[in-house]
């Protein structure tokens, strides 16, 4: 009996054995198969990938390397053909406001959109062919130099203002930090010198003043930097001195930050009305109210052609609402928005239009502009000014306001 179960056990285990090694085979067999499938399916997948999404980069690569073996004058700059290679997708979108910039370049804009740069604060203009100081600002290498408005500049470092283009003359300035220059300035009778070493300044955005019986005036250059804070300050002063009407000027302002555009809206808008409305390409929408509210002041707003964007989205808000008297020309025509997107592999960034804002009543002033309520045309006399220093008696449109606020 002990032979018979042991031999029964051994053809036991035999075939435990043949079913161990068949069931093995099948799991083996079902793993390779899972194999090949997962691989093929990542080949096509691949070759999918090669075709349509890797195309772009198997392409920068292939002509990379074309460059680095082929290019007789190259340089081992990595940076530089990628930095190249994205400004073209940005241009390729063709989105004419599409850019991409480097780090650099993206604090470079930060720094100017804050109205800040190296140099030493002053605002000039040709007045019958010289090169007359209009402005010296608070705080700046200039003003603590000694030089004043209505200061004539006959030479900056050695060279001497011969009838070329205002620019050119003003590129003798060192603009670096630091940089001494040496300005030969004519005031009245006297020939003057002054050394003004140039460092980081600020330029104000905002520009105010009281013109007559009680009327204010506010030029707001931009929706950058600090225009809403120099913007409720001018109306605070302005309203201490007296202010019971307000020429409010957008002209030459070509717009800015949206948010800034929404605060200063809110300075003259009752609270919770609609400023504007954002809609994007996946058919987001996106409404912006105010959350103050600001001044019931009678208002008149001065645009031009040359009005755009976050300027227009303001204009369009008080004119819909009635909260202004909008004077002057046509405005520009920017009814969209872009949004700037980080490269993290080269921390860049690439601008790109990404939404159209509309005004309370639903329009979209892309490629259309805003019509003023009165149209006043500029002289051509007063076409070479900037608009802080038209002549009072050139600026129609300006005198078309005041005209409006006297009725």
Known sequence: ???????????????????????????????????????????????????????????????????????????????????????????????????????????????????????IGILTQLDEGVVKIIDVYDGTPAR??????????????????????LDEFLDNVLAEEGAENTFVIQRGDETLTFRIVAREVHTPAVSYRMLKDGIGYIHVQTFHGTCVEETKTALAELREAGMTSLVLDFRDNLGGSLYDALDIADLFLPKGYVVTTLRSRSGKVTEYKTEKGGTDIKTVLLVNEMSASASELVAGALKDYEAAYLIGTKTYGKGIVQTFYQIKETNGWLKLTTEAYYTPNGVCVQDEGITPDQIVELPEEAQRYTIDLIPSELDTQLLAAIAYLEE
């Open 144 to 165: 603590e130099a000694g030089l004043t408005p209505g200061d004539v500049i006959l030479e900056i470092n050695g060279k001497a203002y011969d009838g070329e283009a």
């Open 1 to 119: 009996m002990e032979e018979m179960q042991t031999a029964n056990e051994i053809k036991r285990r035999k075939r435990g054995s043949r079913t161990f090694r068949i069931v093995l085979t099948l799991l083996c067999a079902i793993v390779i198969t899972a194999l090949i499938t997962a691989s093929v399916t990542w080949y096509a997948a691949r070759r999918v990938y090669n075709k349509e999404d890797g195309r772009l980069v198997a392409s920068v690569k292939e002509a990379r390397d074309v460059i680095r073996d082929h290019f007789f004058y190259y340089e081992e700059d990595e940076a530089a053909l990628t930095d190249a290679v994205l400004k073209g997708i940005a241009t390729a979108t063709g989105d004419r406001y599409a850019e991409y910039y480097t780090e650099a370049e993206y604090e470079e804009l930060l720094m100017q959109n804050q109205r800040n740069f190296v140099g």
